[in-house]
């Protein structure tokens, strides 16, 4: 169990499986805030260890293989030089980026099934299972589909519907079919090692529910996300059943008992101690122990990873840990909810993904603004949604107008005024400025954000750093007042660049490429985190360098061209249309906060398509007392024609946003069915435009 203060941390980051590219979903639903925390940490001067690496076995990728008629081996090597390299561009700061083919990692993984089994955590049992008789073998889960028992999806797979995220077993799955032959499988009886883990029921849910582990106290549940001690609750309170920690495949860590041959270690047995490998990887390459990471009471373990992978983590992972004694168990495991695109689910087989390797391509040098809209919008307690549109907003109105204006304008007339030499401070303007407290204020609730894993929030104070900044300016006008009182002004710029020095290091675990090219500019060369809220990090009498620009505009035919590029590989799937999960309810929300909602009646006048978007209308809506342009996303729903003189529920009080280059003031309000059609919320009578709905 780690200390309140752990001399060295592990973080691992889920291990991405290597039989197709990174999208945003995963960065932000696990890669991001594992990146941010690591950065974190070392501008602490911890002792951290970051690891993560190809998950590289499983039935999904020799499905693919045999689609793509090659070996298991050509896929996983292929995607793990991809992602490896894409993760390194992108500016994630893995310690090690691993692999589970490794001979390492094979022998680690069999050497802990061989310790299980010898102290009898297994039972071994014969059972039928599905068999393809035309390919002649046992069929993985995966290689099996059929309909989901819970939600009806009719392309559900033999250990998980992707629909509703029920866990399955094949034997559930109605009408299974084998993905080989696409004929149904016939049941044979074949042998496997199970985990009983309904044994493990009492101490779970001590662990999970109380942070107890063997009569001590080994976290403090009130600091995990609520959607992960639910999940869990929800799986210990529904009773846990045994599952087979073997499979019959050729592609795998083989079982290392007698007489089991074909059969290799379940992916979700396997894959967990990769993370141990890869430390092992590390250590051995760093002259150190790796059981300091694993074993130690003074060491902290965190999982960053997506909700689908809750369970694996924090139910299955602990149990194989604690039966092997001596390891420790996570401390926390941030499982965030997922990330959707442009009002769709991020779906792998449609193409309707932002893949990494792509964006890398197309935004050279602009990781920082996708690592800074991925963590503005991340999925911490909900689901959320990345649109190019709030890319692009974000990217302008923050970034380049907030931050980046702050930053040219102080090093510019640093220059202009001063031949670029940090001009003196008078204490009693300090003391009246009052900017050294603000600082001390925002950096104290960043870090609390942050040590409380509230990235989101955290990053939106370490901006609020930039926003302080360009206010002082705005409201002192040095280029004014220079011509009146010039003592002034030197006080002024140096307190700004001490706020720009401040925002280096506040955003640096956010913004790690601009924060280094910030902190040359500054001259700011070495500092940690505790130098933060410091009004004199950049001294009297230094010199700084030229001022160049921290972002650019991102203009709408960029925007255009990535959503264009989207929809065009979605329209090259011909897939069947799925239907879709009914969505959870949505959490209460007070009757106040009903009542700030201002929906009216509005009768569409006018309908024109957007020039260079093939999904949006803009419409002109009266509403009684006036008449709006309003932008709608409908246009593969209802033609222009149709819409003219149709009364709809317009929400009247959202801000304005501009899309395409138009000012949209409002949202028509509709309905999205399972198979994802939009229709249109009209009153059944005709009524006046302006009417209240309420």
Known sequence: MAHNSPKRHLITAAL?????????GHLAGAYLPADIHARYLRLQNKEVLFVSGSDEHGAAITLRAKKENKSPQEIVDFYHELNEAAFKEFGISFDIFHRTSSELHHQTASDFFKVLNEKGVFTKKTSEQFYDEEYKQFLADRYITGTCPKCAYEAAY??????????????????????????SPVLRETTHWYLPMQQEEPWLKEWIEEGKLDGKIQHDPKTWR??????????????????????????????????????????????????????????EDHAKNWEEYWKSEESEILH???????????????????????????????????????????????????????????????????????????????DSEFTWSDFQARNNSELVAIYGNFVNRTLVLTHKYYEGIVPEL????????????????????????????????????????????????????????????????????????QIAANACIALSPFLPDSSKRLADMLNLKAYTWSDLGNIELIKNGKGINE??????????????????????????????????????????????DFMKLDIRVGEIKTAIPVKKSDKLLQLEVDLGN?????????????????????????????????????????????????????????????????????
């Open 16 to 24: 991405p499986y290597a039989n197709g590219p990174i999208h945003i």
């Open 158 to 183: 033999g250990d998980q519907c992707e629909k509703c995220g029920s866990a399955l077993s094949p034997l559930e799955l109605i009408n299974p079919i084998s993905t080989l032959s696409k004929k």
């Open 226 to 283: 609520k959607q992960v001690i639910g999940q869990c609750k929800s799986w210990i309170d529904g009773g846990l059943h045994e599952r087979a920690m073997t499979r019959d495949l050729n592609w795998g860590v083989k079982v290392p008992v007698e007489n089991a041959e074909g059969k290799v270690l379940y992916v979700w047995l396997d894959a967990p101690i990769g993370y141990i490998s890869a430390t092992k990887q590390w250590c």
């Open 304 to 382: 960053f990873i997506g909700k689908d992978n809750i369970v694996f983590h924090c139910i299955i992972f602990p149990i194989i840990l604690k039966q092997h004694r001596g390891f420790n168990l996570p401390n926390n495991v941030p499982a965030n909810e997922f990330l959707n695109l442009e009002g769709k689910k991020i779906s792998t087989s449609r193409d309707w993904a932002v893949w990494l390797h792509e964006y890398n391509q197309d935004f050279k040098n602009q990781q920082d603004v996708l690592r800074y809209v991925l963590t503005s919008i991340a999925p911490e307690t909900k």
């Open 426 to 497: 008078d204490s009693n303007y300090a003391e009246k400025a009052n900017i050294e407290n603000q600082l001390q204020t925002l950096s104290e609730s960043i870090k609390s954000k942050l040590d409380k894993l509230q990235y989101r929030d955290a990053q939106n104070d370490a901006i609020a750093i930039a926003r302080l900044g360009n206010k002082f300016l705005a409201e002192t006008e040095p280029w004014k007042l220079i011509k009146t009182n010039p003592e002034e002004v030197k006080s002024i710029l140096n307190l700004s660049l």
């Open 547 to 592: 001022a160049e620009h921290l972002f650019s505009r991102i203009e709408d035919d960029i925007i255009e061209a990535q959503i264009q590029k989207l929809n065009s590989k979605m329209e090259l799937k011909e897939e069947p249309v799925e239907l879709s999960e009914i969505p959870e309810f949505k959490e209460f929300i007070s009757f106040d």
């Open 626 to 694: 006036e008449v709006r342009t309003i932008l709608s996303g409908i246009a593969k729903a209802y033609s222009p024609e149709e819409l003219v003189g149709k009364q709809v529920q317009v929400l009247c009080n959202l801000p304005p946003r501009k899309m395409m280059g138009i000012e949209s003031n409002g949202m028509i309000l509709m309905a999205e069915s399972r198979t994802g059609k939009l229709e249109l919320m009209s009153p059944q009578q005709k009524t006046d435009s302006g009417s209240v709905i309420g």
